[in-house]
């Protein structure tokens, strides 16, 4: 199996990694796991939304590796690409986390131009 397609479950699991440091402190209530009050602010709310962004991420990326390998793209250059994905998200969801908005843009726009990439590789590769 193609490493790319393992990249998209590691891409579906990001986003639950990507709050789950919030929950780690005593404030977090299990009980009440989605309290507006919780995610309100500071780090649970950067957490909170690096998540929401994992999840609306994950599609295009999971498309992008179907069609890329269904369609003959290289699966060397997609393989190389998945990782690169996973690679810029996780670094996207620290600078989240330590509330670097520049270098989080940069990492998002990395990451979709990647997704483009992989889309495309049937036409290029």
């Not at 699966?75 to 998200?89: C, E, G, K, N, S």
Request: hydrophobic letters at 50%.
């Amino acid at each position: 199996m193609p490493l790319a397609i393992w990249c998209i479950l590691a891409a579906a699991i990001l986003p639950i990694l990507s709050a789950f440091p919030a929950k780690l402190t005593k404030k977090f209530d299990n009980g009440n796991p989605r309290d507006p009050a919780f995610w309100a602010e500071g780090f649970p709310r950067r957490a909170q939304n690096a998540q929401s962004n994992g999840f609306e991420a994950f599609p295009l990326f999971a498309i992008a590796v179907i069609v890329g390998l269904g369609h003959g793209g290289d699966p060397h250059w997609i393989d190389q690409l998945a990782v690169l994905f996973i690679a810029l998200r996780a670094i996207y969801i620290f600078c989240y986390w330590t509330d670097r908005s520049t270098p989080r843009s940069v990492s998002w726009l990395a990451a979709f131009l990647t997704c483009v990439g992989i889309f495309t590789s049937p036409v290029w590769s």
